[in-house]
């Protein structure tokens, strides 16, 4: 929820500290940094030092950066507070990692559908208790409800998640952790910041260059560890890397949605365009997706038990893509977005959760939670692209002759997302496993 929970209230925060909008942008930017850095480096923590332990310490840090976002007097304690927040990302991968070690065959798919379908749900939720908020009460309440669901969840947690076994007692590999962070911190701040300081400018080119120095050389640092953050053999297997690569297209392909959608749905009626929707009403509009993500989590299980992960994996892009043409069709009319917007939540509920499934399953029992963090980044980093081409394209492209966005730039966005849905059906071709129930391989 908190992922998406503060986009309506983004032009409130502009208003309140006098800041621009790409700035305010960094209200997002600074989770999702935060959060793609900290999934793997605490989920490796977790294989390590027992991941119930580290569970209620990533909590404990939300609790205390929602608290401190809420009595944020002004912009900067606010993105402390949300610096905080995102270290919330890794109870994702935390979450998998008990249940793998908790449970088996078709009850642990089942859990790992709840948990995908859940993640899905809260992000589309979150859009509209983020507008009746904010209508019925202030920003500081966004903050308040995150500090409370953070608590309740830390006791649930407490009192009722059983312990893990410690894994193997080593020494902490700072060298790759220092690596993974720079590496994955000048990735995303260039991906964020492109359109603002442009593709080809020396700082965003900097950046991608450190980023691909950082993450060569963590590679090979970490091939000649013992005991390494990231184990990249495991990592490297194809089955893996294509679980891996199919989160990176889950990940893009709704954000252009959540940026897409709320501009189309709130543009004035009279302009033949947009349907002059306020926050709300576009929240109601697109929570009928956010609860067929849930469902489609739900539904998973079952199907990769009835046809193996494969044919489910390959279902999965293949609806996305069917619901992202029926979008890009008639973005016009309400009807046909919605019910179509709702197809593609569908799709990404299920591919949530058979990407969850290769993921446990094919990595080993005492390196899931690590395993897990890493796909959560490259899921962050598909959400992260997302934001800045969706930009472009409703800037750039088939504008009016007074420079304004037309139903054109909106369906050429949603055909992208369509073709994305395309590419991430072949990808899952690729796909060489004998996983047809979920059967773990050995340790």
């Given at each position: 929820?908190?992922?998406?929970?503060?986009?309506?209230?983004?032009?409130?925060?502009?208003?309140?500290?006098?800041?621009?909008?790409?700035?305010?942008?960094?209200?997002?930017?600074?989770?999702?940094?935060?959060?793609?850095?900290?999934?793997?480096?605490?989920?490796?923590?977790?294989?390590?030092?027992?991941?119930?332990?580290?569970?209620?310490?990533?909590?404990?840090?939300?609790?205390?950066?929602?608290?401190?976002?809420?009595?944020?007097?002004?912009?900067?304690?606010?993105?402390?507070?949300?610096?905080?927040?995102?270290?919330?990302?890794?109870?994702?991968?935390?979450?998998?990692?008990?249940?793998?070690?908790?449970?088996?065959?078709?009850?642990?798919?089942?859990?790992?559908?709840?948990?995908?379908?859940?993640?899905?749900?809260?992000?589309?939720?979150?859009?509209?208790?983020?507008?009746?908020?904010?209508?019925?009460?202030?920003?500081?309440?966004?903050?308040?409800?995150?500090?409370?669901?953070?608590?309740?969840?830390?006791?649930?947690?407490?009192f009722f998640v059983p312990a893990s076994s410690k894994g193997k007692p080593t020494r902490t590999d700072w060298a790759g952790t220092a690596l993974l962070v720079l590496g994955l911190v000048s990735l995303l701040l260039g991906i964020s910041q492109g359109g603002r300081w442009g593709w080809t400018s020396p700082a965003v080119l900097g950046l991608f260059a450190l980023a691909v120095a950082s993450l060569i050389a963590l590679v090979r640092v970490e091939l000649r560890l013992e005991a390494p953050l990231l184990d990249v053999r495991?990592?490297?297997?194809?089955?893996?890397?294509?679980?891996?690569?199919?989160?990176?297209?889950?990940?893009?392909?709704?954000?252009?949605?959540?940026?897409?959608?709320?501009?189309?749905?709130?543009?004035?009626?009279?302009?033949?365009?947009?349907?002059?929707?306020?926050?709300?009403?576009?929240?109601?509009?697109?929570?009928?997706?956010?609860?067929?993500?849930?469902?489609?989590?739900?539904?998973?299980?079952?199907?990769?038990?009835?046809?193996?992960?494969?044919?489910?994996?390959?279902?999965?892009?293949?609806?996305?893509?069917?619901?992202?043409?029926?979008?890009?069709?008639?973005?016009?009319?309400?009807?046909?977005?919605?019910?179509?917007?709702?197809?593609?939540?569908?799709?990404?509920?299920?591919?949530?959760?058979?990407?969850?499934?290769?993921?446990?399953?094919?990595?080993?029992?005492?390196?899931?939670?690590?395993?897990?963090?890493?796909?959560?980044?490259?899921?962050?980093?598909?959400?992260?692209?997302?934001?800045?081409?969706?930009?472009?394209?409703?800037?750039?492209?088939?504008?009016?002759?007074?420079?304004?966005?037309?139903?054109?730039?909106?369906?050429?966005?949603?055909?992208?997302?369509?073709?994305?849905?395309?590419?991430?059906?072949?990808?899952?071709?690729?796909?060489?496993?004998?996983?047809?129930?979920?059967?773990?391989?050995?340790?």
């Amino acid at each position: 929820m908190m992922q998406t929970l503060l986009v309506p209230a983004l032009g409130t925060f502009m208003e309140e500290f006098g800041i621009d909008a790409s700035t305010a942008g960094w209200i997002l930017t600074a989770y999702l940094l935060v959060g793609a850095v900290a999934a793997p480096i605490l989920g490796s923590f977790g294989d390590r030092y027992g991941h119930r332990k580290i569970l209620l310490a990533t909590l404990a840090i939300f609790v205390i950066g929602s608290i401190t976002a809420a009595a944020a007097g002004n912009f900067a304690f606010l993105l402390l507070g949300r610096v905080l927040q995102g270290v919330s990302t890794a109870t994702f991968p935390l979450a998998l990692a008990i249940v793998r070690r908790h449970t088996t065959g078709a009850t642990q798919r089942a859990y790992f559908g709840w948990l995908s379908g859940t993640l899905g749900l809260g992000a589309g939720v979150a859009l509209v208790i983020g507008g009746l908020v904010l209508e019925a009460l202030s920003w500081q309440w966004l903050f308040a409800i995150g500090a409370l669901m953070g608590g309740a969840a830390l006791l649930l947690v407490f009192f009722f998640v059983p312990a893990s076994s410690k894994g193997k007692p080593t020494r902490t590999d700072w060298a790759g952790t220092a690596l993974l962070v720079l590496g994955l911190v000048s990735l995303l701040l260039g991906i964020s910041q492109g359109g603002r300081w442009g593709w080809t400018s020396p700082a965003v080119l900097g950046l991608f260059a450190l980023a691909v120095a950082s993450l060569i050389a963590l590679v090979r640092v970490e091939l000649r560890l013992e005991a390494p953050l990231l184990d990249v053999r495991t990592l490297a297997r194809p089955a893996l890397a294509i679980a891996n690569g199919l989160s990176l297209v889950l990940g893009f392909i709704p954000y252009l949605f959540y940026i897409g959608l709320p501009v189309l749905l709130q543009a004035p009626s009279a302009s033949g365009v947009g349907q002059g929707f306020t926050v709300t009403q576009t929240g109601l509009a697109l929570l009928p997706s956010a609860l067929l993500v849930f469902l489609g989590g739900r539904f998973a299980p079952l199907l990769i038990q009835r046809i193996g992960s494969k044919p489910t994996a390959f279902m999965a892009l293949a609806i996305m893509a069917a619901g992202s043409i029926g979008v890009a069709i008639a973005p016009g009319s309400l009807v046909m977005v919605v019910v179509f917007f709702s197809i593609v939540g569908l799709g990404n509920g299920i591919g949530f959760a058979v990407c969850a499934d290769l993921v446990a399953t094919l990595s080993p029992r005492n390196e899931v939670a690590a395993a897990m963090g890493v796909n959560g980044v490259v899921r962050t980093v598909g959400s992260a692209l997302g934001t800045p081409i969706a930009t472009v394209i409703l800037t750039t492209v088939a504008l009016s002759d007074s420079g304004s966005t037309t139903l054109v730039s909106f369906s050429t966005l949603f055909f992208m997302a369509a073709a994305m849905g395309v590419v991430g059906a072949l990808l899952t071709l690729g796909l060489r496993i004998g996983v047809r129930t979920g059967a773990a391989p050995r340790d």
